[in-house]
Each structure stands twice: as C-alpha cells, then as structure tokens.
C-alpha cells in the first residue's frame, strides 16, 4: 500500500498525468493543493460561489455542517455562550486564548474608554438624511473613521494591531445605536463608561438626554440583567463564522493592502444583503406576513412548490447540513426568555408553529433544511425590544471581532497574494 499523500489527475484527451499533494488540516476534509494547476494544465478550476474551495489557511474558527459543530479557537460554541462574557470571546479570538480574570477586567476597561468617537465624526451623521436605514450610515461612518485613524494604514509592531483592533471593537456599539437614534431624528447618546459592553449599547439605544447632562432610560426603566445577558449570547454567536461572504469580502479588501476600517466597510455592506445578515429582518416580516398559526400550512405548501415564488426564511444553511448549533443555542435562550420578558406570543406562536410542521415534513427532511440562527435571533431581539431596522447592525457589533482578527490574520502571511478569482468566459 502507498503511503503517498497525493492525488493524480488524468487528461484523458492526451493521457498526461499531474500529481498534486492532499494536505491535512486539524481538523475537516483534506485538502488538495491545486495552486499550480494552470501552470501544469493551462487550465482552471470551475467552482461558483466556491463551493468546494478553500480560500485561505485558518486558525481562528472552524465548522462541521454534518456534525452541526461550531468552534472558536477550538473551543465549543455552546461551551463559550454559557461560561463566557462576549468581550471574553474577543479575547479569545484576537489573542488566542481566553482571558485570565485580571487580563478580562483590563480589557473591559479598556473597551469602555475606546468606545467614544472624535468629535468630529459626530458631525458626519448631520449629513445624513432623517429615515436612512442604520446600516448605511454604520457602513459609511466607519469608513470615515479610516480618515481619522490614518496610522493604522501602517501598522507595525503587536501594540499598533492591538490599538487598531480594540478601537474599532470598542466603537462599532457607539456608531451602531447613533447611526440609529439619527435615523428618527432624535439626539445622540454618549457612551457611559460605567456601564459593560452590551448594557452600554443598550443604554445608547434607549436613553434620552436629561438637564444638566443626565441621560434617563425611556420609560425610566432599568436595563435588565437578563436582557444584557440575552444579547451579549447573540454577540458571541456572531462573533466569527469562518470564511463567509462578508469574511471573504473583508480579506479580499485586506489583500490590496487598504486601511482596516475600509475592509470592515466593505464587510458591512456584503453582511447588509438579505440573504447574509439582513436574513432575521426577512424572518420577522415572513413571520407578520403569516399572521396567524392557522396560515402556517398554507405558507408550507407555498415554499414546497417550485413554482411558487415564496421562500421559507429562517431555515436551511449553506454550511450546515445538521442543525445549526448557533441555532439550538438561541432556540434554548428563546424559551427561557419566554418567562421572564413580556415576549410578542403570537410571533412566537407562529415560529413555533412553522418549526413543527417544517421538523415534520419530509421535504423539509429530506432536504435537511433546519431553523438556522436568524429564524431565532429575530423573535429574540423582538423581546429585547429591538427596531427591527437594527437587526444587522447589531450583527455587525457581534461580528466586527470575527472580521478583524481575520483581518490580523491574512496580514501576518508571510506571502501576501491578492486576491484574484479567473473565470470561465461565454462571451463573444
């Protein structure tokens, strides 16, 4: 027996042979090595949407769509959501390693005080008009901030990435919960440093300027624990999803060699299409479209016919061919929730219902199409009292981390390579 770890192509047009080595990751499929092919055979690979393509060697997450597995820094997603703070899971992901208490304490310190922006991107969001959706002023805001932090077109010692990285990180929450407040024409809201991570972002939602500079919450209610707790588990479940299209899109802006902050831009606007990020906005307007548990048949019908336009959002996943981990993970933190906050029970109602007959269905069997995380994430930040045009943007705070230390990553290659797909021409 061989022990050759290699596979052999066959041209059958002129029998030539080309040898090209299998590499073995730590973990997933092998992998072949095919970066000389078109020197070798003067052809390409066809793959569209890159399929069966690795584009990138990784350290930082991995995925198992048979197994329904999720890890970070090898770490188990479920483990990370029930034992770990967000800004934990940021430690982990930039440093590789989970904070010690200390470390944990400096960092969350560190973050409150990076979370205020120059005043000079507040005037930014004057030009911006009333009613523009959060996403569009949070894309081209952070773009802006490239024009305010120039240095980190240059960065070169661990410090320099480290400052870029927790800047960015710390500011996302602040542009996010302006970028909306701004939107319906109401003042903005200046970070607390007094206030966690994900309670702050909470607070600049919700707050409303008071004399002598006092901020109150609406309604003069306090932000609760198992509201911050509930949101901080949707952070971490976005934080980092191995190389999907916004990751993708943020490494291939990172391979020309711009600014950090123009590639979490560009992250920003491929994470905004529907059928990426802005996916739990589609669930919540499906689920109002159904209206009642007893159109919820009806509506199966329609996405098991071909020729009918409608299409079931909320289930099925590229990747995941099992259930989505991130998934069961919020469906387990939707029905404690259930209990303790005044939940839309007919949203829920009707989500419980299109789960149960789709668990049930043959078609939806066969086809392994699955609840995946924006079927459940939606009617959560609902309960949380979220606008619904907040959904992404609060995908992006969670996922800023993932893009970054994928970001750090591509440039400490030792062989930077821009990114540049070839294509299978029809034209004239």
Known sequence: MSNDNSITLINNQNQKEYKYNIISPSRGPNVIDIRSLYKDTGMFTYDPGYTSTASCESKITFIDGNKGELRYRGYLIEELVLKHTYLDVCYLL????????NESKEFD?????RSFLHEGILKIFDAFPNHAHPMATL???VMALSTFYKEHSNLKTENDFMKMRRRIIAKIPTIAAMSYR????VPAIYPDVNRYFTENFLYMLRAYPGGKMKRTLCGNEDIKEVEVNALDAIFTLHADHEQNASTTTVRNICSTGAHPYVAISGGIGSLWGPAHGGANEKVIEQLKLIGNVKNVPKYISKAKDKNDPFRLMGFGHRVYKNHD???????KLQDKLKDELNLDSKLIEIANALEEHALKDEYFIQRKLYPNIDFYSGVILTALKIPLEMFTPIFVIGRTVGWITQWSEFMEEKQLRIARPRQLYTGK
């Open 139 to 141: 894309g081209s805001t």
């Open 182 to 185: 701004n939107s319906i024409g």
């Open 325 to 331: 981990p991130r998934a069961q993970a919020l469906k």
């Open 109 to 113: 310190l560190e973050i409150r005080h």
């Open 94 to 101: 930039m440093k590789n390693q989970l904070p010690t208490p």
